[in-house]
């Protein structure tokens, strides 16, 4: 059950990682986006770390 938990986290940080650098590479990236969803990253990876 953990290990399906931690894959699952990990395919979340890695879209939200790939959402980021789609939204930088941007012509007039919105850095509002950018911002939530690096906030978002960082609650995974805290989540990931708990584990």
Do not use: F, G, W
Not at 30 to 50: H, P
């Amino acid at each position: 059950m953990q290990n399906a938990h931690l894959s699952a986290l990990e395919a979340k940080h890695a879209t939200l990682d790939r959402k980021i650098s789609d939204e930088t590479h941007r012509p007039l990236p919105d850095q509002m986006i950018i911002a939530q969803l690096k906030r978002q990253k960082l609650r995974v990876k805290e989540e990931i770390a708990l584990i």
